[in-house]
C-alpha cells in the first residue's frame, strides 16, 4: 500500500468537501436532533459523510469505512484497512457560528494508525500525517513537541468536566485546570487534537468521544512525540467511545501520576 497516495487522495478529498461546505453557506441549512437536543445532524454532514465515502468506495473497494453519519458500514473489527471518517466535527459550531469545525479522516491499516488528515475548513488549514513520515501542518512539517512544566501549559477541556457530571468527579481536574496558565475549548476535539499535534495547546482531556473524533489527531499527535490514551493512561480502542486524555509527554505522565491515577 503507498500511504503518501492514500495521503495525497484524502487531502484532496478533505479539499473538495471544504469547497461544497463552504458553498453551503448561501443554501438553507436543514438542522436535526439525534441523541439529545444538543445533538446536531444537518444535512451537509450527511451529504459531506457521503460524499467521503465514494470516493473512498471508488478507489478503495475492498477498505472498510466507519462514519458518524451511519453512511458507511458496520465495522466490527480493525482487520484490513479501516477509514474512519467524520464529516463535519464540530457540527454545533458549524451551525451556531459558522467556523470552527473540520473533516477528519483517519486510516488504520491492520489496527495501526497510517493516514490521518483534519481540514479546519474555515481557517484553509490542513492537517496531515503519514505514520513514520511526518506530520505537516499544510506544507510544513510540524516539529517534534517540546516538553513544557505544567505551570506553562495550555489545556484544552470543557467546562463541563469541572462541574458537576455524570462521568468523573470534578475534583479530580479542577486542581489541573488551577495549576496550568489557561485553558481552552474550542468545540471540534478534531480540530483541539490537531492543536496538541501543532503545539498550539500542550494537552487535551475529554471524558467521551468516539472513533471518528479522534482516529485521525490520534496519529497526528503520536507521529510529533506526543501520547493520546484514556484519561487513566490505558490505549484507546478504536473502534469504541473512550475518554480521551493527550498531551506532551512528560506532561502527560505528569498528570496522570498526580491527578488522574493516584488513589
Ligand atoms: C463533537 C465535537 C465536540 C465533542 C463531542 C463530539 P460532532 O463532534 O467533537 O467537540 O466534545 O463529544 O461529539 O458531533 O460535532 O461531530
Ligand atoms: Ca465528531
Ligand atoms: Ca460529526
Same mark, same amino acid.
Given at each position: 500500500?503507498?500511504?503518501?497516495?492514500?495521503?495525497?487522495?484524502?487531502?484532496?478529498?478533505?479539499?473538495?468537501?471544504?469547497?461544497?461546505?463552504?458553498? @453551503?453557506?448561501?443554501?438553507?441549512?436543514?438542522?436535526?436532533?439525534?441523541?439529545?437536543?444538543?445533538?446536531?445532524?444537518? %444535512?451537509?454532514?450527511?451529504?459531506?459523510?457521503?460524499?467521503?465515502?465514494?470516493?473512498? #468506495?471508488?478507489?478503495?473497494?475492498?477498505? +472498510?469505512?466507519?462514519?458518524?453519519?451511519?453512511?458507511?458500514?458496520?465495522?466490527?473489527?480493525?482487520?484490513?484497512?479501516?477509514?474512519?471518517?467524520?464529516?463535519?466535527?464540530?457540527?454545533? %459550531? $458549524?451551525?451556531?457560528?459558522?467556523?470552527? $469545525?473540520?473533516? #477528519?479522516?483517519?486510516?488504520?491499516?491492520?489496527?495501526?494508525?497510517?493516514?490521518?488528515?483534519?481540514?479546519?475548513?474555515? !481557517?484553509?488549514?490542513?492537517?496531515?500525517?503519514? +505514520?513514520?513520515?511526518?506530520? !505537516?501542518? %499544510?506544507?510544513?512539517?510540524?516539529?517534534?513537541?517540546?516538553?513544557?512544566?505544567?505551570?506553562?501549559?495550555?489545556?484544552?477541556? %470543557?467546562?463541563?468536566?469541572?462541574? =458537576?457530571?455524570?462521568?468523573?468527579? /470534578?475534583?479530580?481536574?479542577? /486542581?489541573?485546570?488551577?495549576?496550568?496558565?489557561?485553558?481552552?475549548?474550542?468545540? #471540534?476535539?478534531?480540530?483541539?487534537?490537531? $492543536?496538541?499535534?501543532?503545539?498550539?495547546?500542550?494537552?487535551?482531556?475529554?471524558?467521551?468521544?468516539? /472513533?471518528?473524533?479522534?482516529?485521525?489527531?490520534?496519529?497526528?499527535?503520536?507521529?510529533?512525540?506526543?501520547?493520546?490514551? =484514556?484519561?487513566?493512561?490505558? /490505549?484507546?480502542?478504536?473502534?469504541?467511545?473512550?475518554?480521551? $486524555?493527550?498531551?506532551? @509527554?512528560?506532561?502527560?505522565?505528569?498528570?496522570?501520576?498526580?491527578?488522574?491515577?493516584?488513589?
Amino acid at each position: 500500500m503507498n500511504w503518501d497516495d492514500i495521503r495525497d487522495q484524502a487531502v484532496s478529498w478533505a479539499n473538495e468537501a471544504g469547497d461544497v461546505i463552504r458553498k @453551503s453557506f448561501e443554501k438553507e441549512l436543514t438542522v436535526e436532533t439525534k441523541s439529545n437536543a444538543d445533538d446536531l445532524v444537518t %444535512n451537509m454532514d450527511r451529504e459531506v459523510e457521503q460524499y467521503l465515502i465514494d470516493k473512498v #468506495s471508488e478507489a478503495y473497494p475492498h477498505h +472498510k469505512i466507519l462514519g458518524e453519519e451511519g453512511v458507511g458500514e458496520e465495522v466490527s473489527s480493525l482487520d484490513g484497512t479501516v477509514w474512519i471518517i467524520d464529516p463535519i466535527d464540530g457540527t454545533m %459550531n $458549524f451551525v451556531h457560528q459558522q467556523t470552527n $469545525f473540520a473533516i #477528519s479522516i483517519g486510516v488504520y491499516h491492520e489496527g495501526v494508525g497510517m493516514v490521518g488528515v483534519i481540514y479546519n475548513v474555515i !481557517y484553509d488549514e490542513m492537517f496531515h500525517v503519514v +505514520k513514520d513520515n511526518g506530520a !505537516y501542518l %499544510n506544507n510544513v512539517k510540524l516539529p517534534d513537541l517540546e516538553e513544557v512544566p505544567i505551570e506553562k501549559s495550555i489545556i484544552a477541556i %470543557n467546562a463541563t468536566w469541572i462541574t =458537576n457530571n455524570k462521568r468523573i468527579d /470534578p475534583a479530580r481536574l479542577i /486542581p489541573v485546570v488551577d495549576r496550568c496558565r489557561g485553558t481552552r475549548s474550542y468545540g #471540534s476535539a478534531a480540530i483541539e487534537l490537531a $492543536f496538541v499535534a501543532a503545539g498550539r495547546l500542550d494537552a487535551y482531556i475529554t471524558m467521551r468521544l468516539s /472513533p471518528w473524533d479522534f482516529a485521525a489527531g490520534k496519529i497526528l499527535i503520536e507521529e510529533v512525540g506526543g501520547r493520546v490514551t =484514556n484519561l487513566y493512561g490505558e /490505549p484507546l480502542n478504536i473502534l469504541d467511545k473512550n475518554s480521551i $486524555f493527550a498531551g506532551k @509527554s512528560d506532561l502527560h505522565q505528569q498528570i496522570l501520576d498526580e491527578y488522574l491515577t493516584n488513589e
